[in-house]
């Protein structure tokens, strides 16, 4: 009988220990979202979705006649 309860504590410490491992990691995820979060840009770049100018957002000069 003192073998039951022995698995048994052990059993709920394994089980203890993995829901912590399971809290910190959700903790870490929901902190990088966050961060991924803040770094978006609010503007879209000029490069995006600019046409087909120059990737800077400038036109090329116009070739003369000659």
Known sequence: MANQGK????G????VIIVIAL???GLQWS?????????LPTERPSWF???AGAPGGTPSPAPSGR
């Open 31 to 39: 902190r990088q979202q966050k961060e991924k979060q803040e770094v």
């Open 12 to 15: 709920i410490i394994a089980a």
């Open 49 to 51: 979705g600019g046409g």
């Open 23 to 25: 809290v910190v990691i």
């Open 7 to 10: 698995r048994t504590m052990m």
